[in-house]
């Protein structure tokens, strides 16, 4: 079968488990070496739970931080920010940050959390990243799918079809060190955070 045109990688539903990126990284590394074709990181939700620390203490910026020292290209932020905390985070983040009214282009992708977007300008694709497991995906129009387990969906992009598979996240995957250094960042800010907050109160 011939090469797709592009590869979409996604995770979905992370809720604020820190602890599993490294490995999970270690699985989008092992991913990302088969993917000939231009391909492309995206997260579409759930990355934060507001009852699970450090999500709380953070505003849900914790696990959005840690993806970005991923390498994704987006992540879907609606209903996991307020106001507040999506303007600190777009300050210092490379990836994008998508929400309803707010698009982010990356190369001839739109990332757009609209499920029924306007028509794609000419040579341009909609990669929808709230997931839609209903909706067929058209060359134009990507809808990323979920799956019950954690893992990396795989969406790949052809001309007249889209396919998609998933590579779940197994216990004998190792973690990366440089993401358990980042997520041990993450987590001494976090504490100090937490620290500020409490002297505050």
């Not at 011939?2 to 999970?24: F, K, Q, S, Y």
């Not at 990243?129 to 060359?139: A, E, K, L």
């Amino acid at each position: 079968m011939e090469e797709p045109l592009i590869v979409i990688l996604h995770t979905h539903g992370i809720g604020g488990r820190l602890a599993i990126l490294p490995r999970l990284y270690t699985l989008i590394k092992r991913v990302r070496a088969r993917a000939d074709a231009p391909h492309y990181l995206v997260d579409s939700g759930e990355s934060c739970a507001p009852d699970v620390w450090p999500c709380d203490v953070t505003g849900g910026r914790a696990v959005l931080i840690a993806l970005d020292a991923m390498g994704y290209d987006a992540a879907y932020v609606g209903g996991a920010l307020d106001e507040a905390n999506y303007a600190k985070l777009a300050d210092t983040v490379m990836m994008g940050l998508v929400r309803r009214g707010s698009v982010h282009r990356r190369d001839d992708l739109i990332f757009t959390a609209e499920h029924q977007p306007p028509p794609a300008p000419d040579g341009l694709r909609h990669v929808v990243v709230t997931p839609d497991d209903q909706r067929r995906s058209t060359t134009d129009c990507v809808y990323l799918k979920t799956n019950a387990q954690t893992g990396v969906g795989i969406t790949m992009i052809y001309d007249d079809m889209v396919i998609y598979d998933f590579a779940p996240l197994t216990p004998e995957t190792l973690p990366d060190a440089t993401i358990s250094g980042a997520v041990d960042f993450i987590h001494d800010e976090a504490r100090y955070y937490d620290k500020q907050r409490r002297k505050s109160d």
